[in-house]
């Protein structure tokens, strides 16, 4: 799995190195976990800060401690190093949504566009595992793979200016789920009650990458 993946290194500024894995598939979202945790392991000085996303992982250095030559050098050792064990089985979290209404104001529409049901989107969309594959674009919001086939979407035409904290929504073939009140331009179709970032808690994500979540449906009114 991890050796079939083509990698390919881009220089970001003169103090980052953004590290590709192709195709953009489950498998090298799980090389990119894999690698992520084997440099943070290494330790290496010079290294600010490591960030994984879905199939890329920019690596930011200081280019007086640490050569980008160097750096790659490194990286490529720890390429070569993965195996196809994809470690650790992933941690598995229930989150708990409330769908449609108030909380889900997308759910019929999503139904009408896929030609399904309001009780047959939320029956797939808790049928499956949703894999964690980064956090962005603010702080603790996730991005989950995973989404049925039968539930892709594109984005809204119209983004909301302001979408609740806690909401569940899909878009690109993704879940995500806002944490904060945020603008967003995902079909709304649920929202959850269980806080998903706190700044001040000693693990401020509840979810990280990796982990697999199960929607569980909270029953109505």
């Known amino acids: 799995m991890m ?5 390919s290194f881009h220089a970001f500024g003169e103090a980052g190195l953004l590290v590709e894995a192709l195709p953009a598939t489950p498998e090298a979202n799980l090389a990119v976990q894999a690698l992520a945790r084997a440099l943070d392991a290494l330790a290496l000085v010079g290294v600010a800060s490591v960030v994984p996303a879905v199939h890329t992982l920019l690596i930011s250095f200081d280019p007086l401690v640490l050569d980008a030559g160097a750096l790659r050098r490194h990286v490529e050792t720890l390429i070569a190093s993965l195996d196809d064990a ?4 992933p941690r598995i979290v229930e989150i708990a949504v409330r769908y449609g209404g108030e909380d889900g104001p997308d759910l019929d529409e999503v139904a009408a566009r896929l030609g399904l049901t309001p009780r047959e989107v939320v029956a797939a969309h808790c049928e ?7 956090i962005g674009f603010a702080p603790g919001y996730l991005y989950l793979g995973g989404l049925p086939p039968r539930l892709h979407l594109p984005r809204r035409a119209t983004p ?17 789920i806002y944490p904060a009140r945020l603008p967003g331009g995902w079909h709304l179709i649920g929202r959850t009650e269980q806080r998903l970032f706190d700044p001040q808690a000693e693990r401020p994500c509840l979810l990280e990458p990796g982990d697999d979540v199960y929607f569980v449906a909270l029953p109505e009114g």
């Open 86 to 89: 994809g470690g650790a089985p």
């Open 160 to 176: 909301r200016k302001a979408v609740p904290a806690g909401s569940v929504a899909i878009a690109a073939g993704m879940t995500g």
């Open 3 to 7: 050796h079939s993946l083509s990698w």
């Open 128 to 134: 499956v595992a949703h894999r964690v594959l980064m």
